[in-house]
């Protein structure tokens, strides 16, 4: 069984209303636990405990919020130890180019540091999902979608560990 944590920040709703789609579609795969935590009541061993972590932040000048960037800084005490882990990211902007990618990347970049491995996607929305303000009918899918490929692929190393 793989685990799919899913952090976020949000302000508005809208993100939030993502990192529950996005949890919405890991539990679509079998043997899958998800759980979807506020960056705030995130601790560091809830990031070792998870097998896939896929994080979400509203955009702010083009960059992660502050709550996930702390909960980014603090995760440098147990650097090397998420190596191996799926990572994934997502983003709500207010705006069509306003930050939504370099958001998400800003995200991966730390997930890349860490050594984890990064869920992407070869058609459209290729870095992780992303809404302008709140989130619509095709945003909201892909969200879903995002989190069942990602938790299929945690699902995918997890057996290969066993």
């Known amino acids: 069984m793989g685990k799919v944590l899913v952090i976020y920040d949000s302000k508005t709703g809208n993100t939030e ?8 579609g890991a539990r679509k795969v079998g043997e899958t636990k998800v759980e979807v935590k506020r960056a705030d009541e995130t601790k560091i061993e809830d990031l070792q ?3 896939g972590i896929i994080m979400g932040s509203p955009t702010y000048y083009g960059q992660m919020s502050a709550k996930i960037k702390d909960l980014i800084d603090r995760s ?3 650097h090397g130890k998420l190596e191996g882990k799926v990572g994934a990211a997502f983003t709500s902007s207010g705006g069509t180019a306003s930050g ?8 991966l970049e730390a997930m890349l540091v860490h050594g984890m491995i990064i ?3 070869p058609k459209d ?3 992780g999902a992303a809404a302008v303000g709140a989130p619509n ?3 909201v899918q892909s969200c879903r979608d995002l989190g069942e490929r990602t938790a299929n692929l945690v699902l995918r190393l997890t057996k290969q560990k066993r």
């Open 17 to 24: 209303k993502m990192a529950f789609a996005i949890a919405e």
């Open 49 to 51: 405990e998870a097998d």
């Open 76 to 78: 440098v005490d147990i």
């Open 100 to 107: 939504a990618e370099t958001t998400i990347l800003s995200i």
């Open 119 to 121: 869920q992407g996607r």
């Open 125 to 127: 929305k290729h870095y």
């Open 137 to 139: 009918k095709d945003e």
